[in-house]
């Protein structure tokens, strides 16, 4: 059992034990029924709202927009992922699982990721410890630098928001200053751990 599921799981215990002790454990039943209830709700308009984001999203890759972001994004990886040899398939792993964070496809990417860090891991000659290139790859993911939010624009829509999409513009400005600033103080760990 990992320590997350420590933590929640003493959370919950510490609740009803609380709730039992002050003679509120109806409160906790009625709670847990309404709670499942709007989970299920919540995630049934969201499976709408999802296909449509995501079929948009395929459509905008069989027109070719994936395409082209991928051109665009190309000659700046190289100069951030200059131990990665261009014609790798790890390059290719780097720049889809981007340009797909770009289009705001969230957990979509993972797979993408996952199989970026694999080709990176080809070329480790330390299979113990991650490269500067694969730590830069993390950074650059966990900031996200995102066009079109479309996740976060799906469960606003799901939770009946009256302008979902009204995100985009500061989305766009956060994810690029974050992911600015994670560059720039990567560039700084990497001159640090070389000099080391």
């Known amino acids: 059992m990992n320590m997350i599921n420590i933590i929640w799981a003493s959370f919950l215990l510490t609740g009803i034990i609380y709730a039992a002790i002050n003679g509120n454990i109806?409160?906790?039943?009625?709670?847990?029924?309404?709670?499942?209830?709007?989970?299920?709700?919540?995630?049934?308009?969201?499976?709408?709202?999802?296909?449509?984001?995501?079929?948009?999203?395929?459509?905008?890759?069989?027109?070719?927009?994936?395409?082209?972001?991928?051109?665009?994004?190309?000659?700046?990886?190289?100069?951030?992922?200059?131990?990665i040899p261009e014609d790798h398939p790890a390059m290719g792993a780097i720049i889809m699982t981007i340009s797909a964070n770009m289009l705001g496809l969230g957990n979509a990417v993972t797979p993408l990721g996952i199989k970026a860090m694999q080709e990176m891991q080809s070329l480790n000659s330390n299979k113990a410890v991650a490269t500067p290139a694969m730590c830069t790859f993390l950074a650059i993911c966990t900031t996200g630098f995102t066009i079109v939010p479309a996740t976060v624009i799906?469960?606003?829509?799901?939770?009946?928001?009256?302008?979902?999409?009204?995100?985009?513009?500061?989305?766009?400005?956060?994810?690029?200053?974050?992911?600015?600033?994670?560059?720039?103080?990567?560039?700084?760990?990497?001159?640090?751990?070389?000099?080391?």
């Open 26 to 83: 109806d409160m906790i039943t009625n709670s847990v029924i309404t709670a499942a209830e709007s989970s299920v709700n919540l995630s049934f308009k969201l499976v709408g709202v999802m296909c449509l984001w995501l079929g948009l999203m395929k459509i905008a890759d069989k027109a070719g927009i994936v395409k082209i972001i991928t051109t665009i994004l190309q000659p700046v990886m190289k100069q951030i992922f200059r131990n």
């Open 154 to 196: 799906a469960l606003r829509s799901a939770v009946g928001s009256v302008s979902p999409a009204e995100i985009v513009g500061v989305t766009i400005i956060v994810s690029l200053f974050t992911t600015v600033m994670v560059l720039i103080f990567d560039f700084f760990c990497r001159i640090i751990y070389f000099r080391m």
